[in-house]
């Protein structure tokens, strides 16, 4: 199977990288769906005029996913992307060696994702062509048949235009349903990648309390240790000043000198223990804002959530007016073919009157 779809399909882009799925029991966390980093590839299929994302571990496949034109990729990181696939309902997620990679992967991505959507335009105008002519050939003989047939069919012109005008409404229905549904099923991808930015944010939030805590929990640590410093400093500086004043040479030179090597030390460690307080307090700015942008994904969210339920409510609406139209339809369709039946009664009768009056002018 495998090598008879290599025959039909090429690779012309591939990559490695690390894949992983969205969980599908809580669509938060990331299950790795290989060991080590693996091949990546996009295939196109020229007899079906196809673009696929194919990805084998061992002789397993880890992705075989059909582009559409609908599909975005996005990155959450500099070296993690991702991208959902509504038909196979799952989040696929791929981890590169560089940002680089990324890049060059994401860029491909957009390409035949542009690609796909000229495919299919292309199909659907082949596909309109050919409906245009499968219609023009029945209506082609329906009017022939009109011209051999005239009183029939004045009878039943009522009951065909009633048809025709269902069958609009028909298909109006379905166009606006199909639309929905293409509206719907981007709702749930946009949801998805709310979810997994959420996730995201979620992570980084909980690395920066973690680092908080430990930074507040060594802050006193760090604060006795700065006075203490600062006295050892003052101490020395007065010993320093003391040597200075009294003078003299030999051992106080020495000692002299161990003293200014000693404060030296400590004012670069007073320093360094400066530096580290200013990144923590950097740190503890970053966290706010992490809040502040995890506040504003979960607003986004519950916007997507309402959008979505309303959505939900006008595919219903549409199936039900869709619904009532296919009955209407069906009644229509039932008085046509009764008024069909009484129009050939009606024929038959007047056969019949046609024949008698020609045998009594034949008497």
Request: proline letters at 2%; hydrophobic letters at 35%.
């Amino acid at each position: 199977m495998f090598s008879h779809h290599r025959e039909r399909e090429q690779p012309f882009f591939s990559a490695r990288a690390h894949v992983f799925q969205i969980d599908p029991s809580t669509k938060r966390n990331w299950i790795p769906a290989s060991k080590h980093a693996v091949t990546v590839s996009f295939f196109y299929d020229a007899n079906r005029n196809v673009y696929r994302i194919i990805s084998v571990g061992g002789t397993k496949a880890i992705i075989n996913c059909s582009i559409t034109p609908s599909m975005t990729f996005t990155k959450t990181s500099q070296k993690f992307g991702q991208w959902a696939d509504s038909r196979a309902n799952t989040v696929y997620g791929l981890g590169f060696a560089t940002e680089q990679q990324l890049h060059q992967f994401s860029e491909k991505f957009k390409e035949v994702k542009d690609a796909a959507r000229l495919a299919r335009d292309k199909s659907q105008d082949k596909e309109l062509a050919n409906t245009a002519l499968s219609i023009a050939a029945p209506q082609y003989s329906q009017d022939l048949s009109d011209e051999l047939q005239s009183p029939p069919v004045m009878c039943i012109n009522g009951p065909e235009d009633k048809l025709f005008r269902s069958q609009s409404a028909d298909i109006t229905l379905s166009s606006e349903k199909e639309r929905i549904k293409k509206m719907l099923s981007e709702g749930s991808i946009c949801e998805m990648n709310l979810e997994a930015e959420l996730f995201t944010l979620q992570d980084s939030n909980n690395k920066l309390v973690a680092a908080l805590h430990e930074a507040n929990a060594n802050v006193e640590q760090w604060k006795k240790q700065l006075a203490a410093y600062q006295e050892e400093t003052e101490r020395l500086r007065d010993q320093v000043s003391e040597l200075e004043t009294h003078g003299g040479h030999g051992p106080s030179d020495l000692l002299k000198d161990e003293l200014t090597q000693s404060l030296e030390e400590l004012e670069a460690l007073l320093k360094a223990k400066d530096e580290e307080i200013h990144i923590l307090q950097n740190k503890k700015l970053e966290y706010h804002e992490m809040e502040r942008d995890r506040d504003e994904a979960m607003h986004r969210l519950q916007e997507m959530e309402m959008r979505n339920s309303d959505l939900e409510r006008r595919v219903q609406n549409s199936e039900q007016n869709l619904n009532n139209s296919l009955e209407e339809r069906d009644r229509t369709d039932n008085e046509i073919q009764r008024s069909i039946e009484i129009l050939d009664i009606k024929i038959f009768d007047l056969n019949d009157l046609r024949q008698s009056l020609v045998k009594l002018i034949d008497k």
